[in-house]
């Protein structure tokens, strides 16, 4: 027990230091929403609360993963559906402190796609899709893909990121540094899933590499990865490990001279008896962004949030 507190406390320490340096180095991040801490520092509701309540969030409806563009004011999300389009990619964007209609982005709508993730630089746009391969049928696993921008703001067309990346399992929910290197989840819904990691080689990817036993574990799922823009800080959910609150949990851990450290569940302030996954931080990490569902009753999902700060109380 012992042990393990000195190991929190210095991971809490450790968590603030490289948010500090990650920050530093994120040119034109802005706040994502109106001030909510004080002198004593943020409130704090435990497991979090509703984010854009009857804006991005809507009952009904299942919304997942949250992502934004560098400048916090665009956000990016996909949609599931029982009406077509059945799974799509939204955007919405931040005006007088609220969020208008979602509109369905200029290359989505007709195939299953999901799991949107803006580069750092803002220039790219990352996801997971079914879509066909070089005029192939539809896929019936997910594979990865990215969209870049082009003259005028607007996205250019799907380019999918290749057979090294891409495997006959499911490639979901990718995250991308500043030096382009992707961190993402594979494997399949009938055994489990792990995260891996692929360099930027060029214009393409070096063979992706098992981000090992720290946070992976051949008992459970470890899947939904973010990453800080300098590689740091990973943030990712897991199904069902020993230790945690619920069915799904978020956890964390720490990129120390290129090891990954032991990962640690973020605790109490943000895991309940729920499901919670698809996990984004804002681009100051001041914010914490992820989804909460209720299987048992079945209940649509929508987007929840937290102050970082609130983690370590």
């Known amino acids: ?62 919304e997942y993963r949250l992502v934004f563009d560098p400048d916090g004011r665009t956000a990016y999300y996909h949609v599931e559906s029982d009406q077509p389009p059945y799974q799509a990619i939204y955007v919405t ?5 609220h969020y208008g209609p979602g509109e369905v982005v200029s ?32 896929r019936e696993d997910t594979d990865l893909w990215v969209v870049h921008r082009v003259r005028g703001g607007g996205w250019g067309e799907p380019e999918h990121l290749g057979a090294r990346v891409n495997t006959p399992k499911q ?14 989840a594979s494997g399949t819904f009938e055994t489990d899933f792990e995260l891996y990691r692929a360099r930027r080689q060029g214009r393409s990817y070096a063979a992706p590499e098992n981000l090992g036993p720290a946070l992976n574990s051949p008992d459970t799922w470890e899947y939904n990865p973010w990453v800080s823009p300098d590689g740091r800080v990973l943030v990712f959910a897991s199904l069902n490990r020993p230790g945690g609150y619920g069915l799904g949990d978020l956890y964390v851990s720490f ?14 302030a943000v895991n309940t008896v729920k499901d919670e996954f698809h996990p984004t931080l804002s681009n100051d990490l001041r914010h914490l962004y992820f989804v909460r569902q209720t299987w048992d009753p079945f209940t649509p999902s929508d987007f929840y949030h937290l102050d970082t700060l609130c983690l370590w109380r």
Not at 10 to 35: D, H, I, M, N, R
Not at 112 to 124: A, E, Y
Not at 255 to 268: C, D, H
């Open 93 to 97: 964007r931040l005006h007088n402190g």
């Open 171 to 184: 490639e979901l929910y990718v995250s991308v540094t500043r030096d382009g290197t992707l961190y993402f």
């Open 255 to 268: 990129n120390v001279a290129g090891t990954w450290t032991q990962a640690l569940n973020l605790g109490p």
């Open 107 to 138: 290359f989505s709508g007709t195939y299953r796609d999901s799991d949107p993730f803006v580069s750092p630089d803002g220039q790219s746009l990352f996801f997971s899709s079914t879509r066909p391969v070089n005029g192939g049928p539809e």
């Open 1 to 62: 027990m012992r042990r393990f507190a000195k190991l929190q406390s210095w991971s809490k320490s450790l968590f603030l230091a490289l948010s500090v340096v990650t920050v530093s180095g994120t040119a034109g991040a802005q706040a994502l929403e109106p001030e909510s801490s004080s002198a004593s520092g943020p409130w704090c509701e435990p497991g979090g609360s509703l984010f854009a309540p009857g804006e991005i969030s809507l009952e009904d409806r299942s």
